[in-house]
């Protein structure tokens, strides 16, 4: 017999614990195949006989010793090793491609997509070589788009232009953080001012908040929002409106106030009306307008794909942590929304971003 250069003497509480490990079976397949491993090493069995009992490779029979006499424990000795992480399948531009075909209509003559037709469009265009289904459930999975429930339509068709559009952004989102070249997501949405009928009654021990069913409309205003995801800072501004002049004096806050440093300020935004460059010429004099937009690029985000914008994401938060209650005021919601986006600000809260 040739000699062994991992012997593996096990103690008696070793023993014990392998045993109990094997019998209430509450470990990984894995474990517990290293765990009758040890034992039957123990037991003076050869690595061939080992492994032709437990069905597996013999290198798994002698990597187990050399692991056990190498650690320091039994606990480090069957503890799984990390395997290096799986490359992408999927890059950032091609996960987006197939999120936006996923949510796009089924191809003439289906009703709706499956993972194989999906897979087939992504080696159709040329986006990988190949792929399984697997693959495709998977990420779809991970970004929760269920293509085969009708209510999950989000963009009407998948065009060029959506897809230069798409990957303008994605390419913009990838690019290192640069100070003088700021990448600062933009978009506005309407907040409802809501006020109480009657004073809500506090909540005590064993009892909820209550507050009554009734309330009064005091009208809509308007929140503006910017959002630059690598510098972790985000402005929320409300207004009474979003007219082309409002536009256009955010656009004018933002070169000279938040950004004045900045040779050029990368703008994300929607394709709303007022979102075009001739509306800072339609409220400031040429020379105004030309000003602020020389120090200006925008990068439109396709139609229906608002979900590319990063500052959606900062608005769900402000719903969901500042804005879930009555607010009766302009200037109670513009204080609420001030303490909400500094204490943001000072914890540099970013985005961990996923298309």
């Known amino acids: 017999m040739s000699h062994k250069k991992y012997i593996v003497n096990l103690t008696e509480e070793e023993v014990k614990e392998l045993e109990t490990m094997i019998k209430t079976g509450k470990h990984s397949a894995r474990k517990l195949t290293h765990a009758r491993i040890l034992l039957q090493t123990h037991e003076g069995k050869s690595d061939l006989s080992i492994a032709e009992n437990l069905r597996v490779n013999i290198s798994t029979v002698e990597r187990t010793r050399e692991k056990f006499v190498e650690s320091v424990n039994l606990e480090e000795a069957l503890k799984a090793r990390p395997h290096p992480p799986k490359p992408r399948k999927l ?15 089924a191809p003439e003559g289906r009703a709706k997509w499956t993972m194989q037709l999906l897979a087939d469009r992504l080696v159709e265009m ?24 009708k209510e999950q339509w989000c963009i009407p068709e998948v065009d060029a232009k959506y897809v230069w559009r798409m990957e303008d952004l994605l390419d913009l989102y990838a690019e290192p953080y640069d100070q003088k070249r700021p990448v600062i997501c933009f978009d506005e949405r309407p907040c409802p001012l809501i006020e109480e009928v009657r004073t809500p009654i506090s909540a005590k021990s064993g009892q909820l908040e209550r507050y009554d069913f009734e309330y009064k409309r005091n009208g809509v205003v308007n929140l503006f929002g910017f959002f630059e995801p690598l510098a972790a800072w985000r402005h929320m501004e409300v207004t009474d409106q979003r007219t ?61 794909a608002s979900w590319l914008n990063q500052v959606e994401i900062e608005f769900s938060v402000l719903s969901r942590q500042c804005l879930d209650r009555r607010i009766a005021t302009k200037e109670e919601l513009s204080e609420h929304i001030i303490i909400w986006k500094d204490q943001r600000n000072a914890q540099k809260v970013t985005v961990n971003w996923r298309c």
């Open 91 to 105: 890059n950032i531009n091609a996960e987006a491609f197939l999120i936006a075909t996923a949510c796009a209509d």
């Open 126 to 149: 040329q986006i990988v070589e190949s792929i399984s289904d697997e693959t495709v459930r998977k990420t779809l999975k991970k970004n929760e788009i269920k293509p085969w429930l």
């Open 244 to 304: 082309k002049v409002d536009f256009a004096h955010q656009m004018k806050a933002l070169v000279d106030i938040h950004r004045p440093d900045a040779e050029l300020i990368r703008v994300v935004l929607d394709n709303l009306n007022t979102h075009h460059p001739a509306t800072l010429y339609e409220n400031f004099s040429p020379e105004e307008a030309n000003r602020i937009l020389k120090k200006l690029e925008f990068h439109y985000t396709p139609k229906h």
